[in-house]
């Protein structure tokens, strides 16, 4: 709303609502956590065609939810939170985690632990590959990426990918604007 002050908040908690109802209509009883996820990802991206816009990472319709929810293109973090709120209100409860230009989500419980890829169609995997996956991106391994962040850090993630894109665009304006909103977030 900050950026889009007449967005009608209460439409798109009705297309994500929607969502969430598909999703669980297609569930059965006794399925895992996995298997759950799995009716999840054919969901988003079979059925409603969601996708990963790997050429324009920058493009802010990328993140804000309203344009994200109608080009079905986003970026790594805004399909995560996507993700996430649905499978949260189907009680299963995904954390997330910010990596270097990158975004996972996270499931654990006192069996499983696995993660999810939602930027590469619902991919699970597990932290023996989160740690190839960072030693291929030249990062140390720091256990920060191995735990879940908080969603005030999560927002500021979002946030950051945002004041770049303004900067990049040279919005001066936006730029200050958005900085101002950032140091408000504790």
Known sequence: QFQYPELDVVQIKQNISSL???????????????????????????????RANKKDL???????????????????????????????ELEIMLKGILLPGYFVLKYKDKFNEFFVDV?????????????????????????????SNTNQEILKGLMKIILKSFKQSGEEEKVQEWENLLKSIR
């Open 20 to 50: 969430v109802h598909k999703t669980w209509l297609e569930l059965k009883t006794g399925m895992n956590i996995p298997e759950r996820l799995i009716v999840l990802n054919k969901m988003i991206f079979s059925k409603e065609k969601f």
């Open 58 to 88: 920058l493009n802010r319709n990328n993140y804000f939810l309203n344009n994200f929810l109608e080009t079905k293109k986003g970026a790594p973090i805004s399909l995560c939170l996507l993700y996430m709120i649905i499978a949260r």
């Open 119 to 147: 930027f590469n169609r619902g991919t699970f995997f597990v932290k023996d590959d989160l740690k190839r996956f960072l030693k291929e991106m030249n990062e140390e391994d720091n256990p920060k990426y191995y735990e």
